[in-house]
């Protein structure tokens, strides 16, 4: 396995696997209160089984090469993650995604760890175009796309329903030439 280090605070972004899925289940268990209310990852996750099998759908899509996760460590503890959710080689776009729990908020993890996903997906597989989609009310998720230096492409007023509310997307986006610029 690897480990990339997201800074001097000890941080690493693993690869996150079916073989951690009671590791993954105690950290979505602690950030289910924060994680919920903006997607439904957590609620993929409760149980054992339901943990693995979250775990197995990304391993599949990374085989497939169309998506992969991420865990964030901080100081050996799972603390949240990254992921690509939507990876498509052939018209060069994909679609990076965050979830956290409390122990890892103000720490800058999110940013740092997508800076990287970003950095592989632009230089390594000649991504054009990454995209973040985020709930106009998640707050947190829309400073972390700003921070990155994203563009807002717009809003999809009342795009999905969860737990009985409908939610504006707002889609931020970086074009590959804007993201080496911004790295140069």
């Not at 000649?126 to 400073?143: F, I, K, L, Q």
């Amino acid at each position: 396995m690897f480990a990339v280090s997201l800074g001097e605070d000890g941080a690493e972004l693993r690869p996150l696997e079916v073989w951690q899925a009671e590791e993954f289940l105690a950290h979505i268990d602690r950030a289910r209160e924060l994680v919920d209310p903006w997607i439904p990852f957590a609620a993929f996750a409760t149980d054992l089984e339901s943990a693995r099998a979250l775990l197995q759908r990304y391993a599949d899509k990374q085989a497939a090469d169309t998506g992969r996760l991420y865990g964030i460590w901080l100081e050996g503890t799972l603390v949240g993650g990254v992921l690509f959710r939507i990876f498509d080689t052939e018209s060069g776009n994909c679609e990076v995604g965050c979830w956290l729990e409390s122990a890892g908020e103000g720490r800058g993890l999110v940013t740092r760890a997508v800076r990287k996903l970003i950095d592989w997906a632009v230089e390594e597989r000649g991504m054009h175009r990454v995209e973040w989609v985020a709930s106009s009310a998640n707050t947190r998720s829309v400073a972390v796309a700003k921070r990155l230096g994203m563009t807002r492409d717009g809003v999809l007023r009342e795009s999905y329903p969860y737990r009985g509310t409908r939610h504006d997307s707002e889609i931020w986006s970086v074009l590959a030439p804007e993201w080496r610029a911004q790295q140069g």
